[in-house]
């Protein structure tokens, strides 16, 4: 299992991203999926999660209300929609697997004036 995140960049504050993470040529409808961050110099930071049927979703607290998961089973991606970005969300975020342990390679977010 592989996983690819991509839509990252640089962004002003308030600004949006959306981030994709697909599964190519594998499916994971059964499973549930996690987004991470991790910045310069910090630990890694879980962003959101969000249960195989996306039916329920939990996000970290610096992140609720602004953020929000979701996905599409039916082609194997999994979404972060991240809206009023701060210069503190500058990261790089990945996606995991928690059932396989895998991670993607991550895509970079800068948010600055």
Request: proline share 4%; with cysteine; hydrophobic share 30%.
């Amino acid at each position: 299992v592989q996983l690819a995140e991509s839509g990252g960049g640089s962004v002003q504050p308030g600004g949006s991203l959306r981030l994709p993470c697909v599964a190519p040529g594998s499916t994971f409808s059964g499973y549930a999926m996690r987004w991470y961050r991790q910045a310069a110099g910090k630990e890694r930071e879980l962003v959101a999660f969000i249960s195989s049927g996306g039916g329920s979703t939990n996000y970290g607290d610096s992140v609720k209300g602004r953020f929000t998961i979701s996905r599409d089973n039916g082609k194997n991606t999994v979404y972060l929609q991240m809206n009023s970005l701060k210069p503190e969300d500058t990261a790089v975020y990945l996606c995991y697997l928690l059932a396989y342990n895998v991670w993607g390679q991550g895509t970079q977010v800068t948010v600055s004036s």
